[in-house]
């Protein structure tokens, strides 16, 4: 009989594995993949502005002496958020915003509300990492030299544990 799904590890060693595979993209295949990294940094600097001009907004407010009821409100930091923000004005700020993957823009409204998470923590004294600043613009690295792999490499992390699916013996 067949254990499709099933991973005995009975007297088995876990041993683990993993595989490096360099890409060869195309020239338009290239343009593709700058493209949504392009796309998830804009999206990373374009939520970054809304909320400081927020919280430039709320302290300039409050150094006139404005009650804090009263103060513009304080918009959200979550990943969520800032996602639901974006697509409410995706239209108007971001025309071109169809041609790239929505998971390249929600890939860096996350990575933004991680780096707040990270600053906050840091601010009440919680964060691991220690004193942390606010999370500072993105910016394009393409042309700088860097030690690490080339942009065409991509490191794959394996399924841990792997199965066989045999039909009946």
Known sequence: MSDCGEVSTSGAQRVTQAYRFALEPTAEQQAMLRSHCGAQRFAY????????????????????????????????????????????????????????????YSSGFAHLAAGLTNFRASKKGTAKAGRLVFPPSSTNTAGRASPSPPAQSVWWTPIPATSSCRGSE
């Open 45 to 104: 600097n374009a939520g970054l502005a809304r909320i400081r001009a927020n919280l430039s907004q709320r302290h300039a407010e409050a150094s006139y002496g404005i009650a804090e009821e009263q103060l513009t409100p304080p918009v959200g930091w979550s990943g969520y958020e800032l996602r639901r923000w974006f697509n409410s004005v995706k239209d108007t700020l971001a025309p071109w915003w169809a041609e790239n993957s929505k998971e390249a």
